[in-house]
């Protein structure tokens, strides 16, 4: 075992601080990465404050991990030292049950080993995440990075992005399908970006006009406000294809109403009670509404390789990690375009 410098939460209420953790020692399926950058991830402050009620302290986040190859286990034949690479929100599962062997380790039937705050079969207690100098992982969730790509904007590719490519894929978006991306966050702009690489006509769903000329640069091909009733009515009934990343309760009543006849929505951000839901607006065209969460290691490697084609990363506002604090708090007034990215050297100062 080795000790690395990292920040991290005691408890719900207290803020990150400098602390040290334990790294196990690589195996013969391990990757020893040295972290250069790590996202900013929502669900950072949520681990963080508790508020999903299952923390274990000290909570160290990060799950959108960028950083170097340092070391490799003799098993490992895919990795050497030096590659650039990536680790996103899991770094194990028991690779034997039906949806491992289907390439959707997220939704592992005896639990995927998650970056931080799961159970750590090697050292006993949890595992940390990537608010940290270094990180030890098995090979088969260890991701190679385009080298073409902007390292520190690939960072929330591990979450954000693959958070909405998923969807996007299984529900097979495709060139000239009219796509409504619901609300512009971290994973709206990602939605936006990849369904317009993809093809489709790209329409940004939001409550606030002022957000028109953001969304327009990202790629959007119109700006629908929701707010806006006549705006609603006219596009009733259009959509091949929605994806909702508001990330908190609400109603969804009027966004299904702009679906086709056989289209879906998609939720990727509201891991909470919604609003009743009318059953008359999904039985009268047949429509559907389901969910999605990150995606298996297949296919985010996929997402992946087409950022590298396609040149697509987030739109980042870099911070040092002694600046956690403040960045956690703007998060939660959204007042951030569009995801906040960690210069790990900062965490040697």
């Given at each position: ?58 909570v ?8 170097k ?27 034997e ?46 991701l ?114 702009l ?5 879906t ?19 009268g ?65």
């Amino acid at each position: 075992m080795s000790k690395v410098k990292a920040y991290g939460a005691q408890a719900s209420d207290a803020n990150l601080e400098a602390l040290d953790i334990e790294r196990r020692d690589i195996t013969a399926n391990d990757v020893k990465i040295e972290i250069t950058y790590c996202g900013v991830c929502h669900s950072d402050i949520h681990q963080v404050r508790n508020d999903w009620k299952n923390s274990n302290y000290p909570v160290v986040p990060g799950h959108e991990i960028i950083g170097k190859v340092t070391e490799v286990g003799e098993n490992v034949k895919n990795f050497k030292q030096g590659d650039l690479v990536g680790v996103g929100c899991m770094v194990d599962s028991c690779q034997e049950c039906d949806s491992c062997k289907d390439d959707l380790e997220q939704f592992c039937e005896k639990g995927a080993t998650l970056t931080y705050n799961s159970k750590d079969k090697h050292l006993g207690g949890h595992t940390f995440g990537g608010y940290s100098e270094q990180v030890i992982v098995d090979k088969d969730f260890v991701l190679k990075v385009p080298e073409n790509i902007d390292a520190r904007g690939a960072a929330p590719l591990l979450c954000a992005g693959i958070t909405t490519w998923s969807p996007l894929r299984h529900w097979n978006v495709k060139k000239g399908d009219k796509v409504g991306v619901i609300g512009l966050g971290g994973l709206g702009h990602m939605g936006v970006k990849f369904a317009h690489a993809l093809g489709a006509h790209v329409v940004m769903i939001t409550t606030s006009p002022s957000k028109a000329d953001d969304a327009k640069e990202l790629g959007a091909d119109e700006v629908l406000v929701s707010k806006d009733e006549d705006a609603m009515k006219k596009q009733a009934g259009t959509f091949d294809f929605l994806l909702n990343t508001v990330p908190v309760g609400h109603d969804v009543n009027p966004y299904v109403a702009l679906l086709k006849r056989d289209a879906t929505m998609v939720l990727v951000g509201a891991i909470e009670p919604l609003d009743p839901v009318h059953g008359g607006g999904l039985i009268g065209g047949r429509k559907s509404i389901a969910g999605s969460v990150i995606g298996g290691i297949k296919e985010t490697q996929e997402m992946l390789d087409f950022c590298g084609e396609h040149n697509i990363v987030s739109d980042i506002e870099m911070i040092d990690m002694q600046n956690i604090n403040e960045a956690f708090e703007r998060v939660v007034k959204s007042d951030v375009k569009y995801r906040f990215v960690i210069d790990m050297k900062s965490l040697k100062n």
